[in-house]
């Protein structure tokens, strides 16, 4: 069975750093892309960042580009986003998602609060 | 970047009723890279769709599909009780963007 399991979400201060975890288990993860999509509280969905198989390409949301960096390790069968510089709008729940340019596998989602 | 907008915001229906759901890009989405997914509360989004007409595994036959270009539709044939949900539409551009529609809202009337 496919499995996604995110960690990481806590509350933190405006201006601080967090790094999320997407563990998987079920399939042959080194084969498969991994994206990052957040929810904030009663609002839509948000496509975050993307990684490829092998991390060779690497893509990012326009609201996130340049604070937030995502990497995997592929031995430890797990994808990370490292955010920084958080606002108050990246208050969400971040979910982790198995697919190149569609999502058919999700994690259940880790909560993060930006405030103060 | 190419935006996704979804109507209406809000369909009330009801039990049996066929639901009509639209998504509209502002670009042609290629080579109909374009998904539905399904999203009850507290729950993560449920793959519906993809490639605009391709049934996800397990997904019933009275979700379907349509639409190229810029104009999509996802129609759900007559409404079952757990069909009442949050729908998002999402495409991918070729250019390593993916985004998604704001969500129609399917409500019981």
């Known amino acids: 069975e496919v499995q996604l399991v995110e960690s990481g979400g806590d509350l933190i201060q405006p201006g601080g750093s967090l790094r999320l975890s997407c563990t998987a288990s079920?399939?042959?993860?080194?084969?498969?892309?991994i994206n990052w999509v957040r929810q904030a509280p009663g609002r839509g969905l948000e496509w975050v960042s993307y990684?490829?198989?092998?991390?060779?390409?690497?893509s990012y949301a326009d609201s996130v580009r340049g604070r937030f960096t995502i990497s995997r390790d592929n031995a430890e069968n797990s994808v990370y986003l490292q955010m920084s510089s958080l606002r108050a709008e990246d208050t969400a729940v971040y979910y982790c998602?198995?697919?190149?340019?569609?999502?058919?596998?999700w994690g259940r989602g880790t909560l993060v609060t930006v405030s103060s | 970047e190419i935006v996704l907008t979804q109507s209406p915001g809000t369909l009330s229906l009801s039990p049996g009723e066929r639901a009509t759901l639209s998504c509209r890009a502002s670009?042609?989405?290629?080579?109909?890279?374009l998904a539905w997914y399904q999203q009850k509360p507290g729950q993560a989004p449920r793959l519906l769709i993809y490639?605009?007409?391709s049934r996800a595994t397990g997904i019933p036959d009275r979700f379907s599909g349509s639409g190229s270009g810029t104009d999509f539709t996802l129609t759900i044939s007559r409404l079952e009780p757990e069909d009442f949900a949050v729908y998002y539409c999402q495409q991918y551009d070729g250019s390593l963007m993916r985004t998604f529609g704001q969500g129609t809202k399917v409500e019981v009337k």
């Open positions: 079920g399939f042959t993860f080194s084969s498969h892309s």
């Open positions: 990684i490829s198989s092998r991390s060779l390409t690497i």
């Open positions: 670009q042609s989405v290629n080579n109909n890279y």
């Open positions: 998602a198995r697919g190149n340019w569609n999502f058919p596998y």
């Open positions: 490639g605009a007409s």
